[in-house]
């Protein structure tokens, strides 16, 4: 049992607004839509969080014109007929005490034709650098300007009329209003030009909505406290004065945030690879400036989050994606029992990464998030009979079915061969990008033993285990083999597997390649289109993921660099884990890049020898130089086990990469499946 955060506890008041407590979830776009419309799914969703502690839930991004105003598959707010739907949502949220706030936007710039139907509009022309906002925008009329105007101010009526306590103007992130915000975007010559026009239009954004909503209504701004861009925009600095400004336009509460997706800075990487609390010094420079309160997130902790409020730096904190993976989590918190959160490890896989895939967002944690009968996991319908399980493996896969199957009321033993649970995946937390990563194991370790599992380290299955145990259904997540490919000088001894380097059994030299993205994997990074169903542009979901083997030549590579090792990567494939989602790989690549780690793609390997590696590549041959080899490039399941269990139990599954070679989020996802069959 932790300390209670006391502070976090205490009521809040934004505007007219009284709130329970001030633990904040923040707007997260989930793709649970259908035609802007927020389906059924979400309302579950959110009622299920809202029922999970929070004092005040904002709902994602909803477009004033839509489907024009969207960068996903993001809801409406453009027209009455969007209301009945929201208020399924605010009527589930308000059945548990909780306050909702709708947060209004317009995507400007940052979507693509394909997504919104229509040449992409921003303040000016200035087109973005990044591939999933290619389409170059057409500038704003005056005219149409002050029509954008009154679009917030009627989109904020439908709000307040569909039950919302008051709403957010989306200006952060490099979307409409944040661009006019940035001197580097607002090249504008009227009224609406540059730094002060973009104030300018945002306090009659803010004026328009008190006018039409009331001014007891409560209206929320999210900024940028930085843009993190390397040509300029909004700075800390210019935070202060945008905050003053909007304060005097009559804002109810200012909600920090910060980055382009141009940004290039480390405190930008929505990954784990980022420093926790990084965004807390705006909101602390923020609040000196201002007299309303001031929100802050960014990847707080737990033991965090009630000294930056005692500490005078906020008012509310906010915290996103730890409620995705636990919808208990804002009690499990205030109670003081943090040990019992479902940790988010900040993967970004099945949050970000996914929803740009427009597909509906998950989480590798908790592969039930978004579902139509999630649970928190104490939660969980019992089974009809009680059975005794065996569950053979200790990684991510074998934890869930292990912890799911015993939480649903069966007897559960679990049989790890190693000294420790976990499986490869631990080994991933040795990169400094990935550290908390840690965290999952760890709280397989704790929450086994309390479900009531029986855990059996240093232990190997064989079928006479199992028949001495007479289980009702066995679990089989082994994992499986990494592939040595036929290659000249495979075996050499300067070739080593990334198991053995991650922990610590070779020595590696100074100049490293690692081999990986080849055509001996089952390149699951290719990118599965499928329609929308009943998309108003038609657009399609592009679904990836990337494997295994990417992830562990990746995350070997940054442990590697950090050492101070020469790192390069060759892959025969198109790019280096292309199956990666947009938002992971983005940061990946930029870390890669200030590790100076290289990656080589398209290159056809022909030999290994003891100076290094021959490639292939433009027609050409040449040695690629390197004192260790490391190969990553496929992995095959291991199915002994299985083939000799078939007949011989009652029930029989296969989960995880014995079952498909995947990820750990395709893992946990069929472990969850399996154990929820049971």
């Given at each position: 049992?932790?300390?209670?955060?006391?502070?976090?506890?205490?009521?809040?008041?934004?505007?007219?607004?009284?709130?329970?407590?001030?633990?904040?979830?923040?707007?997260?776009?989930?793709?649970?839509?259908?035609?802007?419309?927020?389906?059924?799914?979400?309302?579950?969703?959110?009622?299920?969080?809202?029922?999970?502690?929070?004092?005040?839930?904002?709902?994602?991004?909803?477009?004033?014109?839509?489907?024009?105003?969207?960068?996903?598959?993001?809801?409406?707010?453009?027209?009455?007929?969007?209301?009945?739907?929201?208020?399924?949502?605010?009527?589930?949220?308000?059945?548990?005490?909780?306050?909702?706030?709708?947060?209004?936007?317009?995507?400007?710039?940052?979507?693509?034709?394909?997504?919104?139907?229509?040449?992409?509009?921003?303040?000016?022309?200035?087109?973005?650098?990044?591939?999933?906002?290619?389409?170059?925008?057409?500038?704003?009329?005056?005219?149409?300007?002050?029509?954008?105007?009154?679009?917030?101010?009627?989109?904020?009526?439908?709000?307040?009329?569909?039950?919302f306590d008051g709403v957010e103007l989306h200006c952060a992130h490099g979307y409409l209003l944040s661009?006019?915000?940035?001197?580097?975007?607002?090249?504008?010559?009227?009224?609406?030009?540059?730094?002060?026009?973009?104030?300018?239009?945002?306090?009659?954004?803010?004026?328009?909505?008190?006018?039409?909503?009331?001014?007891?209504?409560?209206?929320?701004?999210?900024?940028?406290?930085?843009?993190?861009?390397?040509?300029?925009?909004?700075?800390?600095?210019?935070?202060?004065?945008?905050?003053?400004?909007?304060?005097?336009?009559?804002?109810?509460?200012?909600?920090?945030?910060?980055?382009?997706?141009?940004?290039?800075?480390?405190?930008?990487?929505?990954?784990c690879a980022s420093p926790r609390g990084s965004w807390v010094y705006m909101a602390e420079g923020i609040?000196?400036?201002?007299?309303?309160?001031?929100?802050i997130a960014k990847r707080i902790s737990e033991d965090m989050a009630d000294v930056v409020l005692s500490?005078?730096?906020?008012?509310?904190?906010?915290?996103?994606?730890?409620?995705?993976?636990?919808?208990?989590?804002?009690?499990?918190?205030?109670?003081?029992?943090?040990?019992?959160?479902?940790?988010?490890?900040?993967?970004?896989?099945?949050?970000?990464?996914?929803?740009?895939?427009?597909?509906?967002?998950?989480?590798?944690?908790?592969?039930?998030?978004?579902?139509?009968?999630?649970?928190?996991?104490?939660?969980?319908?019992?089974?009809?009979?009680?059975?005794?399980?065996?569950?053979?493996?200790?990684?991510?896969?074998?934890?869930?079915?292990?912890?799911?199957?015993?939480?649903?009321?069966?007897?559960?033993?679990?049989?790890?061969?190693?000294?420790?649970?976990?499986?490869?995946?631990?080994?991933?937390?040795?990169?400094?990008?990935?550290?908390?990563?840690?965290?999952?194991?760890?709280?397989?370790?704790?929450?086994?033993?309390?479900?009531?599992?029986?855990?059996?380290?240093?232990?190997?299955?064989?079928?006479?285990?199992?028949?001495?145990?007479?289980?009702?259904?066995?679990?089989?997540?082994?994992?499986?083999?990494?592939?040595?490919?036929?290659?000249?000088?495979?075996?050499?001894?300067?070739?080593?597997?990334?198991?053995?380097?991650?922990?610590?059994?070779?020595?590696?030299?100074?100049?490293?390649?690692?081999?990986?993205?080849?055509?001996?994997?089952?390149?699951?990074?290719?990118?599965?289109?499928?329609?929308?169903?009943?998309?108003?542009?038609?657009?399609?979901?592009?679904?990836?993921?990337?494997?295994?083997?990417?992830?562990?030549?990746?995350?070997?590579?940054?442990?590697?660099?950090?050492?101070?090792?020469?790192?390069?990567?060759?892959?025969?494939?198109?790019?280096?884990?292309?199956?990666?989602?947009?938002?992971?790989?983005?940061?990946?690549?930029?870390?890669?890049?200030?590790?100076?780690?290289?990656?080589?793609?398209?290159?056809?390997?022909?030999?290994?020898?003891?100076?290094?590696?021959?490639?292939?590549?433009?027609?050409?041959?040449?040695?690629?130089?390197?004192?260790?080899?490391?190969?990553?490039?496929?992995?095959?399941?291991?199915?002994?086990?299985?083939?000799?269990?078939?007949?011989?139990?009652?029930?029989?599954?296969?989960?995880?990469?014995?079952?498909?070679?995947?990820?750990?989020?395709?893992?946990?996802?069929?472990?969850?499946?399996?154990?929820?069959?049971?």
């Amino acid at each position: 049992m932790s300390e209670k955060p006391l502070s976090l506890a205490q009521p809040g008041r934004i505007g007219s607004m009284e709130l329970k407590n001030r633990l904040v979830i923040p707007a997260m776009c989930t793709n649970y839509t259908f035609q802007g419309h927020l389906t059924d799914r979400a309302a579950y969703y959110y009622g299920l969080r809202a029922k999970g502690g929070a004092g005040l839930i904002i709902i994602e991004a909803s477009a004033i014109d839509y489907p024009i105003g969207r960068s996903v598959l993001n809801c409406a707010i453009s027209d009455d007929k969007y209301i009945p739907s929201l208020a399924k949502v605010t009527e589930e949220v308000h059945k548990h005490g909780t306050k909702i706030v709708l947060q209004i936007m317009h995507s400007g710039r940052q979507t693509s034709s394909a997504i919104c139907g229509s040449q992409p509009v921003s303040c000016s022309a200035a087109a973005s650098t990044q591939v999933l906002y290619a389409d170059q925008p057409r500038a704003l009329t005056l005219f149409e300007c002050k029509e954008m105007i009154k679009q917030f101010g009627v989109a904020a009526l439908r709000a307040k009329k569909a039950g919302f306590d008051g709403v957010e103007l989306h200006c952060a992130h490099g979307y409409l209003l944040s661009a006019f915000l940035s001197s580097v975007l607002n090249v504008r010559t009227d009224e609406y030009g540059g730094l002060q026009g973009g104030l300018k239009l945002c306090a009659e954004i803010i004026q328009e909505i008190k006018s039409q909503c009331g001014e007891d209504y409560a209206v929320l701004a999210r900024i940028n406290g930085d843009d993190y861009h390397p040509a300029g925009g909004v700075t800390h600095i210019d935070s202060r004065l945008i905050a003053v400004a909007f304060e005097n336009a009559g804002l109810d509460a200012i909600n920090i945030s910060a980055g382009l997706r141009e940004s290039d800075h480390n405190l930008h990487d929505q990954t784990c690879a980022s420093p926790r609390g990084s965004w807390v010094y705006m909101a602390e420079g923020i609040k000196k400036a201002v007299n309303i309160p001031v929100m802050i997130a960014k990847r707080i902790s737990e033991d965090m989050a009630d000294v930056v409020l005692s500490s005078g730096k906020a008012d509310f904190i906010c915290i996103g994606r730890p409620h995705i993976t636990d919808p208990e989590y804002g009690n499990k918190l205030l109670e003081g029992r943090t040990e019992d959160i479902v940790p988010c490890i900040w993967c970004a896989q099945g949050c970000f990464d996914v929803l740009w895939m427009l597909a509906p967002t998950t989480c590798l944690v908790n592969p039930a998030a978004g579902l139509p009968n999630e649970q928190p996991i104490d939660g969980l319908e019992q089974a009809p009979l009680k059975k005794k399980v065996m569950v053979v493996g200790g990684g991510p896969a074998g934890c869930e079915a292990a912890l799911v199957a015993a939480k649903r009321g069966h007897e559960v033993s679990l049989y790890e061969q190693s000294d420790r649970l976990g499986g490869l995946f631990r080994l991933a937390s040795q990169s400094p990008a990935k550290k908390e990563l840690e965290r999952l194991p760890r709280y397989f370790e704790r929450a086994l033993p309390k479900a009531g599992v029986k855990v059996f380290l240093n232990s190997n299955v064989t079928p006479d285990t199992v028949e001495m145990e007479k289980p009702d259904a066995v679990v089989l997540a082994v994992g499986a083999a990494e592939k040595v490919p036929d290659m000249p000088g495979i075996h050499g001894p300067n070739v080593v597997s990334m198991a053995d380097v991650m922990t610590g059994k070779v020595d590696v030299g100074d100049r490293v390649v690692i081999w990986t993205c080849s055509f001996h994997c089952r390149y699951t990074c290719g990118t599965k289109p499928a329609p929308v169903e009943g998309d108003l542009t038609g657009v399609q979901s592009n679904c990836s993921y990337a494997c295994r083997c990417g992830y562990a030549a990746v995350d070997t590579a940054e442990y590697l660099a950090s050492q101070g090792k020469l790192v390069s990567i060759v892959g025969e494939r198109p790019a280096a884990v292309p199956g990666m989602g947009y938002t992971s790989r983005g940061y990946l690549m930029r870390r890669f890049y200030r590790a100076n780690i290289r990656v080589c793609s398209n290159a056809k390997v022909k030999e290994i020898n003891d100076r290094g590696m021959l490639l292939e590549l433009a027609d050409t041959r040449f040695l690629l130089d390197a004192d260790t080899i490391i190969v990553s490039v496929g992995a095959t399941a291991r199915k002994s086990l299985e083939k000799e269990l078939e007949n011989k139990v009652k029930e029989l599954y296969v989960v995880g990469d014995g079952n498909k070679i995947g990820n750990a989020m395709k893992a946990i996802a069929d472990a969850y499946s399996a154990a929820m069959t049971i």
